[in-house]
């Protein structure tokens, strides 16, 4: 197998241009890469469309931040495609200031359409959001009588993932509940950046427990930043 | 009488509601509640949408898994057996009906079973997060809910004023009053809590609520 470049964080968001549209893995910043996170809101890259479950955190009161709210707060993204902005009061300022977009998906809605940009899929029909907003501007299909949405594939020019551990050939390992979006990601866009707590030797990895393929993961970078 | 909210009452009923070996997400806040309530002698299964089957107890302090969270990124432990799975597999399970129970907070639920909980529109905008896809793919959706708005208005309605999270999907309604199912266009008033009155119910909410032949008035403890 051939081993990937292992690159520093601040090389990692030096990848990602003014204007790309940015996936970045994690769930409430749990499983989120927090090093390339910190790099790029330091590089303070502008204009980005970010694609990401969540904002994670920003509360005013105690002023903590977390994950990739960091990026909200600097205002590096004119457009965010999330599910859930509850926790992140800057995010929900921001939107309700008219400032930045966002785009509210239906969690699952969020996953499958990566999910089919990544896996050739031209969309998917679901029932998820028939009679509410959601619907609003899409295509209705009925199959057997049921109505469902017409939902499109998501495209990233990058993808800054985080998994437990990688091998130096790129294949990844994640650990409990900070696996969700991040093996979706790593198939769905143009550079796939993966920040690991650990590089080990090729075939140091049993292939049986391999969660992502190699060949989606094109940088690696060490984590230096675990804390949300 | 007077009345005094009391969610506890409704966390403690909902737990009496599952059997053993049925799946149930739980949703963050007061649904998530429930888990400290369940019989000991009913043991389900709980699914995360974060990505996990079989989610535990919170960890002692100290012991803290920064990779293992529920929804509400609270650290959780995983139960022995349990499993983790990435977004797309954990709302494949959601959505492909594979979830029997889902319980969600409310801010307004009405009669034709239309909740409405993730945004009031120039205010409060939290988003759907996994919401819209647990109404649409569990076989039960149970709102959890205290009966009134702290304006004293009934959060049971005849019709939702704020933007859907589910369009009719709604099949029990859990408050400190009472437990309603939603049939036909109406509420169906199955058990009431001492010590509330059906009429009393009746009289303060804003909906219509048939009082079901076997209505039953239980004390929750």
Redesign the interface.
């Known amino acids: 197998m051939i081993a990937k470049p292992i690159i520093s964080a601040a090389e990692a968001a030096g990848k990602i241009k003014e204007g790309d549209t940015l996936m970045v893995g994690g ?5 989120s890469p927090h090093t390339i996170i910190h790099a790029l809101k330091d590089l303070g890259t502008k204009n980005l469309t970010l694609v990401c ?2 904002t994670a ?1 920003h509360d005013f009161k105690s002023g903590r931040v977390t994950g990739v709210g960091y990026l909200v707060q600097t205002k590096q993204f004119k457009k965010m495609i ?6 992140n009061q800057e995010t ?1 300022r921001q ?2 200031s008219g400032e930045t977009v ?1 785009d ?1 998906v ?7 359409r ?2 089919a940009a990544g896996t050739g899929l031209g969309g998917f029909l ?9 619907e609003a501007g899409k295509q209705v299909i009925v199959v057997e009588d049921r109505p469902f949405l017409l939902e499109l594939p998501l495209h990233g020019d990058v993808a800054i993932i985080k998994a ?1 551990k990688a091998d130096k050939a790129g294949n990844l390992v ?11 990601m790593a198939t769905a866009a143009s550079l796939v950046i993966a920040e690991v707590e650990e590089i080990v030797e090729i075939g140091e990895i049993d292939p049986n427990t391999v ?1 992502t393929p190699s060949i989606f993961v094109d940088f690696l970078v060490k984590s230096e930043r ?3 | 009488m007077d009345y005094v909210a009391n969610k506890e009452i409704i966390v403690k009923r909902i737990a009496k509601v599952f059997k053993t070996g049925e799946v149930v997400n739980l949703g963050i806040g007061l649904p998530t509640q429930v888990a400290n309530y369940l019989p000991k002698d009913v043991t389900i299964i709980l699914q995360s949408e974060n990505g996990m089957m079989g989610l535990g107890p919170a960890p002692a302090k100290g012991s803290e898994d920064r990779d293992l969270t529920n929804a509400g990124s609270a650290p959780v432990t995983v139960q022995t057996g349990g499993c983790f799975f990435d977004s797309a597999t954990s709302f494949g399970i959601i959505r492909g009906g594979h979830v029997d129970y889902t319980v969600l907070g409310v801010l307004e639920v009405d009669q034709d079973g239309n909740l409405a909980n993730y945004k009031i529109p120039g205010k409060m905008v939290p988003g759907m997060g996994g919401a819209m896809d647990l109404t649409t793919g569990a076989r039960v959706v149970i709102a959890a809910t205290l009966h009134f708005e702290p304006t004293g208005g009934s959060r049971m309605k005849r019709r939702c004023t704020l933007p859907l999270t589910a369009a009719r999907e709604v099949d029990m309604v859990v408050t400190d009053l009472g437990v309603f199912e939603v049939r036909g266009g109406r509420f169906h008033l199955v058990e009431c809590f001492e010590p509330y009155t059906p009429e009393w119910i009746l009289e303060r909410t804003d909906a219509d609520i048939t009082v079901s032949n076997d209505c039953r008035i239980v004390k929750i403890d």
Not at chain 1, 27 to 31: H, Q, R, T, V
């Open positions: 769930f409430l910043a749990c499983g479950n969540d955190g999330v599910s859930h902005i509850g926790l929900q939107m309700n966002v509210l239906p969690q699952g809605t969020l996953a499958e990566i999910r679901t029932p998820t959001g028939i009679g509410t907003e959601v437990k994640y650990n409990g509940t900070a696996q969700n979006f991040n093996p979706l969660h675990l804390e949300w």
